[in-house]
């Protein structure tokens, strides 16, 4: 009801004098603090949580079964995310409908924004293959957990000290275990607070939203853009919840139920890392994974697993390389397969990380950097809807890990839990 009245109230401002400018001053910041709030819980939920978690788990061959389904699943999601992404824009061809005119106008701008991007992505990318694997491992815990797009770092830390717990004997361990589940069970309390503003918070933002939306006109231009890749995204979100029910058993009134709030908060937020406590509440205590799987395969998934980012990615590359005229043989789509999946790897789980990657993809198959300006204005609003599948194909793989491990309740199971 927020969101909707959010949005109503946007269109509302907008339309008279100062009203933007009111929205921008005065309601935004309750926006901002509530998406600070969460953001502020997301590093110390991972520490306490997976910590925790893994502690529980007692021995490491456990650790290693699950840790290897996970990725597994998450590499498969992605490329088959990747997949309809290349399909449908093929088949739509959305870049050829875009007119001359409006194209130029595109370019010319938002030449600025495409090249800041270009810059940022150029950061990551002017480093040896193996740099990822330096990059996950931080120098320095205080610094890696300064900031939010270093979670990879984070992870890392809490894994390894998780490890290192379980390789000592328990009267040793208990004193920083008992530690960590305490906190874990703290930070929650923390995280349910926060979520009682949740609806002044999404109001805020999706009022926010609509006052600083770009005009109309260019939403109308990228259109077709913007439908190949809202088609994606729902046909990928149809596969989820067969793929639940054919291997967790879990029906899709159950799926879409249970992640109804880390779904809306995600599509609000536009962010991975700001919607993970959310993501871990409802896949724990609505959707029924144990703890001990949802604590290590929802902090990872919300770093690595971006089916939602990647499926964009590839549209977006194809989509520029039409508006440009230039064809991409099969080669290079398989390119496109193979970078997407990395570059929404590397995509940090921020509000507009995943365009940034795209110049990755473009340089990979020789597409201009400056076709980037073709796609930001309607940026925002895809931002929204892949940031909610995002956290979706993290949920599916916790139920279907959790499935295997025979660590998923049903409802009645989850009754008595409580
Ligand atoms: N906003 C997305 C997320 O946090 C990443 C992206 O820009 O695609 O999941």
Redesign the pocket.
Known sequence: MAMALGIVFGFIFSAFEGGGTFVVNWIKPFGNIFIALLKLLAIPLIFASLISGIAQLKDIARLSKIGFRTIAWYLTTTVLAVSIGLLLVNIIKPGKMMKEETRIALLEGFETEAATSALKAKDQTSSGPLQFLEDIIPENLIHAASDNTNMLQVIFFALFLGIAMIMIPENKSAPVRDFFVSLNEVILQMIHIVMKAAPIGVFALLAALVVEAPNGDLFVALLSYALTVLLGLATLLSLYSFIMWAVAGIKPKRFFKAMAPAQLLAFST????ATLPVTMDCVENRLGVDKEVASFVIPIGATVN?DG?SL?QAVAAVFIAQAFNIDLSLMAQLTIVVTAVLASIG?A???????VMIVIILNQVGIPEAGLALIFAIDRPL?MC??MI?VSGDAMVAGIVAKKEGKLYDEAAMKIKE
């Open positions: 536009s962010s991975s890392a971006m980012t964009y995509s789980a921020v509000p507009s990380a995943g365009i931002d892949r940031t995002n």
